[in-house]
Every structure is written in structure tokens, then in C-alpha cells.
């Protein structure tokens, strides 16, 4: 065997290697940063090796970026990179693409996975992701059985139980490797009622003497609060212990900010450093062509001391200087939200926990167990560290003892299949399978899993889906029509833009009414942010067509029980969309949103991303194909411009 690193690899890397070299799909579980993405190391040099493709899926496009600029250093051309708003090199040796492309990619263009070797589902655990968890579930479901797959997980109870789906109904020879131990032991502390403490056992005590003592002075009109933690108190500390450079978790993203601020009297490089830091930022910059900006001037002294903050909020460029800054060890203290957690290689000493509770789609909950373990990986790194820090920060009047050691202890818990095919996936099985589709159901992970009363209750929505697909229009007598071929290529907004496409309203839309009618499909208003309450006048018939069009869509859901029915077009980008669309600059756009910088970024590139889909669906009309051509070329532009953001 032989070792691509410098270091030896631990049991669990050489008998997942093993199992490559034996032609077995294999799948991974291990605690985050065992160094899972060895075992995808060997696989890309196997593939390469065979001159066959390989395929590297990832959760979110941050990850895929980043993997794209690992590899692009290693293997030069050979590699491409496919997300959406991205596609470079896209029929590549080595391709890098979020996992919702892969999938679509299986469905809409077979062809382009006939020769595949492998395929490598990171973070595979998504399976159970409420929203996006029947994505991966479809991938691996519609994977042919002559490509292999390493799926890479976080630590779950039940890895054998989905190597046993993977099995016994697709046929998968699958490899199960497990690890428990991580390399670098981490170790806990706490901060609670201003003091900060090294046993659980002294937490809780702690947390119970000052929940009592609340409960007993309110009966007197009194409400205590406790002692502060401070958090120049808790930083202090981990300076003291040598647990530099850190990476502090906070639930929101202004909060992060604050924080920051909240120590830039603080120096965490020496003297020495700070023209390194300060130069390498301008370049960095520079590079991104974000010198200029107002964020990036604000984000400035803070660098200059070895401090930063790093939310979905911000430029994407920016996340990336700031990045980039962490990885070459020029800061010492990043505050960031959990999505820093999701595979970024960002490794630190210690980690810290602002809280232990976040917002979830039903509301302010405990933080979920895997959702720790992911987060709390970051500490230690592997080859610099024998070992690594968690400082947990506790408040008696929000964290109740029980929950928090549920959170800290009970263990991450099993992966349920959350399978619920869209209306695109459906349409494309459809079109191969007919009628017979419905027997691809017991093939899923959500059969396998399910009771029977689940099982009952899943089919019967399959069912009403293919119902609505029925009475749209988009199947007739066994076949797909017109209708059903277009939106087959329209993942998650099949039916609106199917609708749309139907009454000819796409062909009468002009290149900006087109982009803004995406606009208003793609954006979800934050809670508790508010909206602007004038869009252009020249918008408002096209705000009528869509609500025409939504009532249309929820009537025919609501009539097969489909839940939830389609959200209705929300106009709040419109404004912010004509200042981009005129060539305006984009912190005016900003100016007129709602939303922060680095989302209405995002929404511009899902606008560009389905512009992409209208484009290259079929039948598609030339004044239809020429409008998104001219839509995307006047939003692709600057910060929004995410191939250029990868080729700097």
C-alpha cells in the first residue's frame, strides 16, 4: 500500500485503502478530523490511474470550492468543478460538484456517469437532513451499480444499517469501516457563573445552585442573573493554556461581529506580524477584488490584530480571504457561525461554544448531538497538537442541565431517511419507467427503515405527487408531454416554471422581468427582517402573473393533500435586482434589500443557476434561450461572478 502523506496511517485509513483497492464501495465513519478524506486521496490517484472519472460530491459549495483549489494544486487540469453558478472544466478527470448537481446530473445527462469509476459522497450523515437529506438518498439510489462509492461519515449508531440497504436492495458490495477514537483527544471545560471550570460535574452544580437560588428570590420580586461570564475572562484563559488559534462558534450572525469587536483591544500577534497580516490581506483582496469594499475596510483592524468573524452573510470572496488567512496561520481567533463547521478544512486548537441552543425551522432548541460533535471536531489538529480544547459557555437562565448534557454526551443520533422525491426526480424516473416508477419506492433507504405504516403513508404521498403531475399537465397517457419534459429539468421549481412556461409567459417576459420572476422564486424572507414594501413599477404585472400562477399551484396541491403547497413569490428582491441589472454598484443594491451582503450574492447566483436550467432545457424557444442568456451576462458580474472568484 502505499502512503500519499507524511504521516502513518491509523487502522481505520488502511483498511478503508484496502477495500478501494479491492474494488468494494466503502463507507467511512469516523469521528471529524480522523482524516476520512485520506481514504478520497487514494480513491482519485486509483481512478486516475485507471484513466476513468472520478466524482467528488460535497454538502454546500463552500466545501466544493475549496476542494476544487486542493485539488486544481495537485492535479493541475485534470480537474473540474461543477455547483450550479459554476462550471469549469465540467467533463474533467476529477470532477468536484455539490450533491444536488450530481443528482441531477444522473437523471437529466446519464451519459456524462457511464464511464465514472467512483464516486465520493462526503458528509454522507446529510441523509437525514429535513431538507436536503432525499438528495443524497436519490444519488446513491440512482448511482449505477458499475460506479463505486466511498461515502465519507461523521460517527452514527446505525452505519451498518445503511451498508446493509446499500447491500441488500441496490446489490452493493459495500466495505464498513468504523473508527471511534480520534487522533488527538479533546477535552472539555466551562464557563458558568463567571468561573471556569474543568468537570461537567462542577458545570452542573453550578447551573443548579443558581437555577435554585432564581427560583427562590422571584418569589420575592427578584430575579437573579448570576455572575457574569465574561468573555475577556474566558479568552485570557485560553491564551494562558496555549489553545491559540481558536475558532468560536456564536448562533448568528451579528452576534459574531459583536464578539469581535468585543476584543479588537486585544493583541493576538506579535508586533512583528502585523504588517504580514495586513499585507497578505491587502493582497488577498486585491486578488478577489474586494479591496474597496465597505466590508472588507471594516474587517481590517480586526485583521490587523489576528481577529476575524466569518458568516454566510458576507461576501463570498471575503469568507474566502479570511479563510485563506486562518489556513496560513496569520489569525489567531476566528467568530464564526456552525457552517464553518461543515467539512471546511479549518482545523484549530480549541474550539468555543457561545451557547448551546440555536434557532431550528420549530424554533429555539437544544443544539442536536451530531451537530456538537461536527463543531467541537475542529479542536486539535491533527500533526500540530497532541491534544485539543472545547470551552463550553453556560447561563443559568438558558441552559438547563438535562439539555445540556444531552447535547455533550448522549451521542449522536441514528440516520433516518428523510425521502421525498420532487417533482423533477419524479418526472425524469417517469420517462423511464412509466407506471412501474412507484416500485422504486421500496428500494429506498425510507422502505428499508420505515414500518409499515411509514412505508403506507410514503407511498401514498409518491402517489399524490405523480397525481399532481398528472392533473398539471406534465404526464398524459403514459408519457411526459411538452409540459413535463420542460420541467423535468427545473428542480424545485418544476411546477411554477412549467406553469409559466405553459401560458407562454416566459417567452413574453423581457431578459429583467425574466430574472426578477426567478427572484421572486428563490428568495425566502428571513424572520424577523424587515422588507422593503415597494418593488418597480415595472415589475408589479409580473408580481400579478406569479401570485395568478401561485393560487393555480396551491389549489392543485392543496386538492392531493400535497403539505406544505408551494410558498407564494415573494417580490422584496426587486429592487435590489434593477439596481444590479442597470450596471448599478452593488453596495447601492445592498442599500435597497433587506438582506445581507453575501445572501443577496447567493440569490443572484441561484437566479444565474436557473437561467443555466432554462437555457439548456428543451424546448425552450430562442427568444426564451436569448433572455436568460442576456439575464445571466448582465447579473455574472463582479462579486457575483463565482467562476471568477475560483480562477483568482
Known amino acids: 500500500m502505499r502512503n500519499l502523506h507524511e504521516f502513518a496511517y491509523d487502522r481505520f485509513q488502511r483498511e478503508a485503502i484496502e477495500a478501494v483497492q479491492g474494488e468494494e464501495s466503502v463507507l467511512v465513519a469516523a469521528p471529524t478530523g480522523a482524516g476520512k478524506t485520506v481514504i478520497a486521496d487514494h480513491v482519485i490517484l486509483q481512478a486516475l490511474e485507471q484513466q476513468r472519472p472520478v466524482i467528488y460530491t460535497a454538502p454546500i459549495k463552500a466545501l466544493s470550492n475549496q476542494k476544487y483549489r486542493e485539488f ?358 417517469y420517462e423511464l419507467h412509466g407506471e412501474q416508477v412507484v416500485e422504486l419506492y421500496p428500494k429506498t433507504l425510507h422502505y428499508y427503515q420505515a414500518s409499515k405504516r411509514r412505508r403506507r403513508e410514503a407511498l401514498e404521498r409518491f402517489i399524490h405527487r405523480l397525481d399532481v403531475l398528472k392533473e398539471s399537465g406534465c404526464i398524459r397517457q403514459g408519457e411526459l408531454t411538452v409540459r413535463g419534459d420542460f420541467a423535468r429539468w427545473m428542480f424545485g421549481y418544476e411546477l411554477y416554471l412549467s406553469e409559466l412556461f405553459e401560458r407562454g409567459l416566459l417567452d413574453r417576459f423581457s431578459a429583467h422581468e425574466l430574472a426578477f420572476a426567478l427572484s421572486c422564486l428563490v428568495y425566502e424572507p428571513r424572520r424577523g427582517v424587515p422588507q422593503p414594501r415597494q418593488i418597480p413599477a415595472q415589475f408589479g404585472w409580473v408580481v400579478r402573473e406569479l401570485e395568478r400562477t401561485h393560487r393555480v399551484i396551491a389549489a392543485l396541491e392543496d386538492r392531493h393533500d400535497i403539505e406544505p403547497v408551494a410558498p407564494p413569490p415573494h417580490p422584496q428582491l426587486g429592487g435590489a435586482l434593477d439596481v444590479w441589472l442597470k450596471g448599478g454598484g452593488f453596495e447601492r443594491a445592498v442599500e435597497v434589500s433587506a438582506v445581507d451582503e453575501g445572501e443577496l450574492v447567493r440569490y443572484f447566483r441561484m437566479i444565474i443557476q436557473l437561467l443555466r436550467q432554462l437555457a439548456q432545457a428543451p424546448h425552450t424557444s430562442d427568444k426564451l434561450r436569448g433572455s436568460a442568456r442576456e439575464a445571466r451576462e448582465l447579473i455574472d458580474r463582479g462579486v457575483v461572478d463565482a467562476e471568477r472568484q475560483l480562477r483568482a
Open 72 to 429: 486544481s494544486a495537485r492535479y493541475g487540469d485534470l480537474v473540474g468543478i461543477v455547483t450550479g453558478d459554476v462550471a469549469i472544466n465540467p467533463r474533467a478527470p476529477v470532477r468536484i460538484m455539490t450533491t444536488e448537481i450530481y443528482r441531477n446530473t444522473l437523471l437529466d445527462e446519464p451519459d456524462q456517469i457511464e464511464d465514472v469509476a467512483w464516486v465520493i459522497f462526503d458528509e454522507v450523515h446529510y441523509l437525514d437532513d429535513e431538507e436536503r437529506g432525499t438528495v443524497w438518498e436519490e444519488a446513491i439510489l440512482l448511482t449505477p451499480l458499475r460506479t463505486r462509492i466511498l461515502c465519507l461519515s461523521a460517527t452514527v449508531p446505525n452505519i451498518e444499517e445503511i451498508a446493509g440497504w446499500m447491500e441488500e436492495v441496490l446489490g452493493r458490495r459495500t466495505k464498513v469501516i468504523v473508527e471511534t477514537k480520534r487522533p488527538v483527544p479533546l477535552h472539555l471545560r466551562f464557563q458558568c457563573q463567571g468561573r471556569i471550570v474543568e468537570r461537567w460535574k462542577e458545570a452542573r452544580e453550578l447551573l443548579h445552585v443558581a437555577r435554585v437560588r432564581g427560583m427562590r428570590w422571584r418569589g420575592r420580586g427578584v430575579h437573579v442573573h448570576g455572575a457574569p461570564n465574561r468573555l475577556s475572562e474566558l479568552i485570557k484563559y485560553i491564551r494562558g493554556q496555549d489553545g491559540l488559534p481558536c475558532i468560536y462558534f456564536a448562533f448568528g450572525r451579528r452576534r459574531t461581529e459583536e464578539l469581535a469587536e468585543e476584543v479588537l483591544g486585544y493583541l493576538f500577534l506579535p508586533a512583528e506580524q502585523h504588517a504580514v497580516v495586513e499585507r497578505r490581506f491587502e493582497e488577498l483582496c486585491r486578488r478577489f477584488d474586494v479591496l474597496r469594499e465597505p466590508s472588507a475596510q471594516r474587517l481590517r483592524p480586526l485583521i490587523r490584530h489576528g481577529v476575524a468573524y466569518h458568516h454566510a452573510g458576507m461576501l463570498p470572496t471575503l469568507k474566502e480571504v479570511v479563510e485563506q488567512l486562518f489556513t496560513a496561520r496569520l489569525l489567531q481567533l476566528i467568530f464564526t457561525t456552525e457552517t464553518f463547521a461543515l467539512g471546511i478544512n479549518m482545523p484549530a486548537r480549541s474550539v468555543v461554544f457561545d451557547s448551546l441552543r440555536k434557532y431550528y425551522p420549530s424554533g429555539l432548541e437544544a443544539l442536536r448531538p451530531r451537530e456538537f460533535q461536527q463543531m467541537a471536531g475542529r479542536a486539535g489538529r491533527r500533526g500540530l497538537d497532541t491534544e485539543g480544547f472545547v470551552y463550553v459557555r453556560l447561563t443559568p437562565g438558558q441552559n438547563r442541565p438535562e439539555e445540556v448534557q444531552h447535547t455533550l454526551f448522549a451521542g449522536s443520533a441514528p440516520v433516518v431517511s428523510q425521502f421525498n422525491a420532487s417533482y423533477a426526480t419524479l418526472l425524469n424516473l
